[in-house]
């Protein structure tokens, strides 16, 4: 059975989320985060880790860190081993030089790296922003070690690359990532001003300390290695197969609709690409960091989702 809820009927699939996962959620409890290192060559990366049970990989995007997941990896790990990482480049991870060493490939095997280290041979793979680019495309690339697949606000890469060739809004609202491909576009960019989204005083600091340990042109070459260099009919993205396979796992898409860096239609047609159910929810009051801005909603979806599916 395939189960598509669209912004109509996301009020009706949230409440019954979280009626349903408010037994687990709320009995939860905190665990200690271990530091941990995986190997993918010659680049280190860095994750942290807590509890015990199928595993849950967590990859942040553009500007983040594993702290983005701190709210929800309490919300999991009593029941599931959730690991959250510091994609290269960022944090603890390492920051190697060159624009090729942000290509699409070396950041999934980064992934694999994290999901071997840890001694899984399957994961739900978990990502936003950059790190839902990632998360689709370890789907495409290693389907076999797939238990589910969660993304938030980072459309199908091939719906998003349609948007970007035919729509002019999409087109237009895309703007900021390919002046980001522009050399010395790191040049202004300051740990400050990046965690100056984040709300929590507490919790900014600790983003501040995060962003100065980071390479701010590792996080421009994301988008130089891998984002279209333009808009319209030729709009090509690196590494993206001319025809991806469908997930074929349960797929769960959660998008904050006051996104407006990647917008909220582009979802339309994600069920055409799952193999099995697919679950579209879409938040009205959030924005691009939905985790942040509705993080009891965000938790308790994913949570119950992940329980209904949890093999025994």
Request: net charge neutral; with cysteine.
């Amino acid at each position: 059975m395939r189960l598509v809820v669209g912004a109509l009927f996301a009020g009706l699939m949230l409440s019954a989320c979280a009626t349903g996962a408010s037994a687990p959620v709320a009995a939860h409890q905190a665990v200690a985060l271990e530091d941990k290192f995986a190997h993918n060559g010659d680049v280190k990366i860095h994750y942290v880790a807590s509890g015990k049970g199928p595993l849950v990989v967590l990859i942040h995007g553009y500007p983040d860190f594993s702290g983005s997941w701190t709210q929800l990896m309490p919300a999991l790990n009593d029941n599931y081993r959730v690991v959250a990482l510091d994609t290269r480049g960022y944090n603890l991870s390492d920051h190697p030089d060159g624009v090729e060493n942000y290509e699409m490939p070396k950041l999934v095997a980064d992934v694999d790296a994290v999901i071997n280290a840890e001694g899984y041979k399957t994961a739900t793979v978990l990502g936003h922003d950059w790190g839902g680019s990632i998360a689709w495309m370890y789907a495409f690339t290693h389907p076999e070690k797939l238990d589910n697949l969660i993304i938030l606000s980072t459309p199908h890469p091939v719906l998003f690359m349609e948007r970007m060739r035919t729509d002019p809004v999409q087109q237009a609202t895309s703007q900021y990532a390919r002046n980001f491909q522009k050399e010395g576009s790191e040049g202004n960019m300051t740990a400050e001003g990046l965690a100056r989204r984040v709300a929590d005083p507490a919790l900014r600091e600790k983003y501040v300390e995060a962003f100065k340990r980071s390479s701010f042109s590792a996080m421009m070459n994301y988008y130089r290695a891998n984002y279209p260099k333009t808009v319209g009919p030729d709009a090509k993205r690196p590494f993206l197969p001319e025809n991806p396979p469908q997930i074929p796992v349960p797929l769960l898409v959660i998008h904050g609709m006051k996104d407006t860096a990647l917008l909220a239609d582009a979802h339309s047609g994600t069920w055409n690409k799952a193999a099995m159910d697919s679950t579209v929810v879409m938040v009205p009051g959030a924005g691009h960091f939905v985790q942040n801005d509705a993080p009891e909603l965000v938790n308790s979806t994913i949570r119950s989702w992940l329980d209904i599916r949890r093999k025994k």
